[in-house]
């Protein structure tokens, strides 16, 4: 199974493009949009809501990841072989949390090139044939890259993100944050709002405002039956506060 993860909305011909090249080098896989609406133009927000996610991941399958603003410069086109589960994708920290919280994770910089590589869109010409690749077997060029080859401050972010990384349709509002490293009975602040910790929706009345362990595993701020991010006119990369 191939699975893909990106900015790419569903809006022109990028998600359909790629998925062309994955059936004619790949026609026996599966291909399965994990999401296309992963913060735009911001790797960091997308690389822990990616960390978040991967777990639920088919184990052995490939991750084709491209959030990728700097496509075209010297970044670095790379593969993560994480816990059984590869990831092809930029070297922009998207993939940097996976690596991180892995058990077993090995990083490879990609040496391989097509014949035709367009300036903006290596998702595309180099990394859907990469994934199209390791989902067959076929071999190509790559390196091996160890944590003194990894460039850039992404490797500074902190193991949990105190920022809104993720909004959606419902208007709850994702946090790079791990509800299993906050405090027993702690609230989440944001400006001038504290929110109360509960289980799930139900447990509180319409419209009242809280946070909540969401399916990811995440510190979610949600509303019963409204919209959280209107109502707070929050967006991705507010802070949130733990309260103790």
């Keep these: 199974m ?34 296309h609406d992963a913060p735009a133009f911001d790797p960091k927000a997308a690389g822990y809501l990616l960390a978040a996610m991967a777990p639920h991941l088919p184990e052995k399958g490939i991750q084709l990841c491209v959030i990728d603003p700097g496509v075209g410069s010297d970044r670095l086109p790379v593969c993560l072989h994480a816990d059984g589960r590869w990831f092809v994708g930029p070297h922009n920290g998207l993939l940097e949390l ?26 595309r010409d180099l990394f859907a044939p990469v994934a199209a690749m390791l989902a067959t077997g076929t071999d190509f060029p790559r390196s091996k890259l160890t944590d003194k080859d990894a460039i850039g401050p992404w490797l500074d972010w902190p193991d949990d993100l105190d920022e809104i990384i993720y909004i959606d349709d419902y208007g709850n509002c994702m946090t790079g944050l791990r509800a299993s490293t906050m405090p027993e009975g702690a609230a989440i ?11 799930t929706f139900s447990d ?30 929050a967006g991705i990369g507010a802070k949130v506060r733990i309260q103790d």
Excluded: C
């Design 189 to 199: 602040g944001y400006e001038a709002t504290s929110l109360p910790n509960v289980r």
């Design 204 to 233: 509180t009345d319409a419209g009242r405002l809280f946070w909540y362990e969401n399916s990811q595993g995440l510190v979610e701020i949600a509303a019963n039956r409204g919209h959280a991010a209107r109502i707070l006119k």
């Design 98 to 123: 996976i690596r991180r919280r892995a058990d077993q994770a090995a990083l490879y910089r990609i040496d391989w090139r097509p014949e035709t590589l367009s300036n903006s869109f290596h998702g």
């Design 2 to 35: 191939i699975t893909l993860y990106t900015d790419f909305g569903w809006h022109g011909p990028y998600v359909g493009q790629m998925k062309t090249v994955l059936n004619k080098l790949a026609p026996d896989h599966d291909i399965v949009d994990l999401m």
